[in-house]
């Protein structure tokens, strides 16, 4: 074994040596490079050095205006919305999609408030990012101002920006004035949404309603969800972009994984390709746990199979079919598609018939997409195409399809005419457990002004194609 001669030289004095002057011995070569580096320690950093807004900022500007012209429309109040706290043990941040939405910022433990009847915009943020700071290392944590950088104001369009710490006092005027705070709770039905976990800090939508009841019990609560669904679930074509090039990037890395399967491998391998096509591809994370399932896992539903540790890595066999249900987010925007293979590389006769009538009930639901057209009625219709004879193993309830975006569950509003610029899937899922088949095929589709998009075209979905891809790796 090698051992540095200060440290055995220390050991060897250690009957001698004060415990205070044996760690002196054993740090003695970091603290001459702390001494010879003191000259030249890291700046402090800027935040723009870091990240920057996605979209121009008039984007979040115009954003920021509908949200305050839809307080309006429906009473008025002070929007609140949380930032993530930026807490990490490891994990890249991700910041929460509505304060996202709003302002494109990456801050940690903030809170945007939009106020509705002074048509106001006012960012709260902490003065300096604790994350930046680390007295026993300042050359490797230099230190970052937020609300005390003028770059923050000048470059995101929010003129107010205030200390994270006159936000209690901005939401005792707000209570003692007798303002409504709006809160975007989840869902159109508050008393689903709120929930006793994360309740702890402001940094999240749950924590903040606790902290408002419990503080100011007196204040008037409005759900905002509605407001916020109405403004996400049309995209603008920078966010269109985005989702186009994720759904596209996920095809990709589904064909990429597809030409891994085979007899004998597992399900978490054809996980890993599909993941590593995607990173690859420059997604930053998935935009949800990868399900792949094969053979009897591809009976049950990800909840179920996710209820144990190790359950959702079975070796596949010939006979099988294998169930890709995935998605990548790319610069924050999510993709959701699937598509079902035949292990052996070819479709038995029963499971040959069950795909093509999937196939032919979802090409039936996307050929009606259009302007004007609810998901309700879309979803009528998807049930009025399923034989009587297997209505019972057709998943084609409300969850047929859901609007994606910076979300793979975007705000929507359930009987609202679609528009152009929504994007939601089109996935009506089959369970045979009598015939031991299940079949899955989803698209990502765009509407149009005159229909619609199918964003995941380029993703094979007839029987013959699907074939074609298993077993072949791709350059």
């Given at each position: 074994m090698i051992a540095f001669p200060i440290v055995k030289r220390?050991?060897?004095?250690?009957?001698?040596?004060?415990?205070?002057?044996?760690?002196?011995?054993?740090?003695?070569p970091g603290l001459r490079l702390s001494a010879q580096d003191a000259g030249t320690r890291m700046p402090e950093q800027r935040f723009f050095e870091w990240t920057d807004l996605a979209f121009a900022p008039t984007e979040y500007r115009l954003?920021?205006?509908?949200?305050?012209?839809?307080?309006?429309?429906?009473?008025?109040?002070?929007?609140?919305?949380p930032s993530a706290d930026g807490a990490t043990s490891g994990g890249t941040f991700r910041q929460e999609n509505d304060f996202l939405y709003f302002t494109g910022l990456e801050l940690?433990?903030?809170?945007?408030?939009?106020?509705?009847?002074?048509?106001?915009?006012?960012?709260?943020?902490?003065?300096?990012?604790?994350?930046?700071?680390?007295?026993?290392?300042?050359?490797?944590?230099?230190?970052?101002?937020?609300?005390?950088?003028?770059?923050?104001a000048a470059r995101s369009g929010i003129t107010q920006v205030?200390?994270?710490?006159?936000?209690?006092?901005y939401i005792e005027?707000?209570?003692?004035?007798?303002?409504?705070?709006?809160?975007?709770?989840?869902?159109?039905?508050?008393?689903?949404?709120?929930?006793?976990?994360?309740?702890?800090?402001?940094?999240?939508?749950?924590?903040?309603?606790?902290?408002?009841?419990?503080?100011?019990?007196?204040v008037a609560l409005r759900n905002a969800y509605g407001e916020v669904a109405r403004l996400r679930m049309i995209k603008s074509e920078a966010e269109i972009a985005l989702v186009r090039r994720s759904a596209q990037l996920t095809a990709y890395a589904i064909m990429d994984a597809a030409g891994h399967i085979a007899d004998g491998v597992m399900e978490r391998t054809l996980e890993a390709e599909f993941e590593a096509a995607?990173?690859?591809?420059?997604?930053?994370?998935?935009?949800?746990?990868?399900?792949?399932?094969?053979?009897?896992?591809?009976?049950?539903?990800?909840r179920i199979l996710s209820a144990h540790y190790d359950r959702r890595n079975r070796a596949m066999r010939d006979r099988d079919l294998v169930i890709f249900d995935v998605g990548c987010e790319l610069d924050y925007y999510s993709s959701d598609v699937g598509?079902?293979?035949?292990?052996?590389?070819?479709?038995?006769?029963?499971?040959?018939?069950?795909?093509?009538m999937v196939t032919a009930i979802s090409d039936s639901i996307i050929a009606n997409v259009r302007p004007g057209i609810t998901l309700a009625?879309?979803?009528?219709?998807?049930?009025?195409?399923?034989?009587?004879?297997?209505?019972?193993?057709?998943?084609?309830?409300?969850?047929?399809?859901?609007?994606?975006?910076?979300?793979?569950?975007?705000?929507?509003?359930?009987?609202?005419?679609?528009?152009?610029?929504?994007?939601?899937t089109v996935e009506p899922w089959y369970y045979n457990h009598d015939r031991g088949i299940s079949v899955f095929i989803e698209d990502d589709v765009l509407v149009t002004a005159t229909g619609s998009e199918v964003l995941t075209a380029m993703l094979p979905r007839t029987p013959e194609d699907l074939e074609r891809l298993v077993g072949v790796r791709r350059q």
């Open positions: 220390a050991f060897r004095m250690k009957q001698r040596l004060p415990i205070a002057l044996l760690a002196v011995a054993l740090l003695a954003r920021r205006r509908a949200m305050i012209a839809q307080l309006q429309q429906t009473g008025g109040g002070v929007y609140l919305t940690p433990q903030s809170m945007l408030a939009l106020d509705a009847e002074e048509g106001l915009v006012v960012l709260f943020a902490p003065r300096r990012d604790a994350r930046f700071e680390s007295p026993s290392r300042p050359n490797h944590f230099p230190g970052r101002p937020l609300a005390d950088d003028p770059d923050l205030r200390s994270i710490d006159e936000l209690e006092r005027g707000l209570a003692a004035d007798g303002r409504t705070i709006r809160v975007n709770l989840g869902g159109p039905d508050p008393s689903a949404m709120i929930e006793t976990h994360a309740i702890q800090t402001l940094n999240s939508t749950f924590g903040l309603v606790h902290h408002l009841q419990s503080t100011h019990p007196t995607c990173k690859k591809g420059g997604s930053q994370r998935l935009a949800f746990s990868s399900i792949i399932k094969s053979g009897r896992n591809s009976l049950w539903p990800w598509r079902t293979f035949p292990v052996s590389g070819s479709f038995a006769d029963d499971q040959r018939d069950i795909l093509e009625e879309l979803q009528a219709l998807a049930v009025d195409l399923i034989p009587e004879d297997e209505r019972r193993h057709m998943q084609a309830g409300f969850f047929f399809g859901h609007h994606i975006g910076l979300a793979v569950g975007d705000p929507n509003i359930r009987d609202a005419m679609l528009e152009p610029g929504m994007i939601f």
